[in-house]
T-cell receptor, first 115, second 112 residues
Framework: NAGVTQTPKFQVLKTGQSMTLQCAQDMNHNSMYWYRQDPGMGLRLIYY???????DKGEVPNGYNVSRLNKREFSLRLESAAPSQTSVYFC??????????????FGSGTQLSVL | ELKVEQNPLFLSMQEGKNYTIYCNYS?????LYWYRQDPGKSLESLFVLLSNGAVKQEGRLMASLDTKARLSTLHITAAVHDLSATYFCAVYPKSGNTPLVFGKGTRLSVIA
């Protein structure tokens, strides 16, 4: 999934620990997203960023914070992890122009387990 | 608020058979995407449908968009085992700059 790089790929946390998921794009596009994927729930939007320095809440933002300090990077932070945050997390970058045949491009995902 | 519904959510089909997955959405849109996800993998883009009546085909998969009915279909022709995966549709609302909204996905199993 060159184009969007997520780290780490796997992580196990204890309840109450904190961590940051990193995401970087290589295309300098404006919009980036964080989704979580749980069985039977599809992809649910946590936060998104329409441009550098701006962020907005998605469908399931509670328990998360994000940071978009520059155009390239969009990080997701869990301040105090809970078992309910066990999930697979995907970062994505949006096409620069939605009216084109470009599509939302996903990173390879981070599998997070909170014990 | 845009809602995207897929059906069926689970589909088991025999090799060689045809079937259609449906994607309905609740508000006006003219941009719809289909993605495929293999177990343990990320999402891979299949089709981008950008206008009413758009039809795209690749191999045994064909996708279409009817913006008046707010419906997209993903048709599978003569299914083979390699098509086993989860398929997602996703829609942008026509107005505003709001993010893509995904359906819950259709888990397809193709059996011999």
């Amino acid at each position: 999934n060159a184009g969007v790089t997520q780290t780490p790929k796997f992580q196990v946390l204890k309840t109450g620990q904190s961590m940051t998921l990193q995401c970087a794009q290589d295309m300098n596009h404006n919009s980036m997203y964080w989704y979580r994927q749980d069985p039977g729930m599809g992809l649910r939007l946590i936060y998104y960023s329409a441009s550098e320095g701006t962020t907005d809440k998605g469908e399931v933002p509670n328990g998360y914070n994000v940071s978009r300090l520059n155009k390239r990077e969009f990080s997701l932070r869990l301040e105090s992890a809970a078992p309910s945050q066990t999930s697979v997390y995907f970062c994505a970058r949006e096409p620069q122009d939605r009216a084109t045949n470009e599509k939302l491009f996903f990173g390879s995902g981070t599998q997070l387990s909170v014990l | 608020e845009l809602k995207v519904e897929q059906n069926p959510l689970f589909l088991s089909m025999q090799e060689g058979k045809n079937y259609t997955i449906y994607c309905n959405y609740s508000t006006t849109s003219d941009r719809l995407y289909w993605y495929r996800q293999d177990p343990g993998k990320s999402l891979e883009s299949l089709f981008v449908l950008l206008s009413n009546g758009a039809v795209k085909q690749e191999g045994r998969l064909m996708a279409s968009l009817d913006t008046k009915a707010r419906l997209s279909t993903l048709h599978i022709t003569a299914a083979v085992h390699d098509l086993s995966a989860t398929y997602f549709c996703a829609v942008y609302p026509k107005s505003g700059n709001t993010p893509l909204v995904f359906g819950k996905g259709t888990r397809l199993s193709v059996i011999a």
